[in-house]
């Protein structure tokens, strides 16, 4: 966590974006992929994996959720219900992200400013290194307090195994 905080350029190896390419392109593929890619979405308030503002673009690289001219999917220039903002006890409207980009003539996609009021933009990679840059003093205490109690323990553990092992010696 220390690392993390004082060198954010390690941001690629603690979060290997292979990894989050392959859930996005296997959501619908994947039922329980699908489960946690929701859950993590809503839980941190993202959408996409990426570390940009434009998270929600992620979801092109879906075959159900690209913005082509030939994407015939009723999910087309969308993005997951998971990527809605939501406010606590609302029902969860499985449409909200319908439409995120339109789709202009020459075949290329730009935002739908009306719809991106309502959907979490910032990719997960960023709120989750956001969160961790400013908890990471805070994490890395908490981690630094549960070790040095376990290492003491393991200390006098090893000293009471040498303790018996010198007993048995002096028997023998």
Known sequence: ????????????????????VSAIHGYRDDPDMQHLIDSMQEQLGCC???DSKEGYKDWNGNVYFNCTPTNLSAEK????????????????????????????ADGTAEPN???LEGIHNDGCIRVLGTYINDHSLMIGGIMLGVLLPQV??????????????????KWN
């Open 77 to 104: 220039c969308s993005v997951p219900y998971s990527c809605c903002i939501r406010t606590p006890g609302e029902r969860i409207n499985y449409q909200c992200g319908r439409n995120i980009q339109i789709l202009k």
């Open 1 to 20: 966590m220390f690392v993390f905080y004082y060198a954010p350029q390690f941001k690629e190896y603690v979060f290997p974006k292979t990894a989050f």
């Open 113 to 115: 400013e009306a719809v």
């Open 48 to 50: 996409g994996y990426s």
């Open 152 to 169: 003491f323990i393991i200390v006098l553990s090893r000293n009471l195994i040498d303790m018996i092992n010198l007993q048995k010696s």
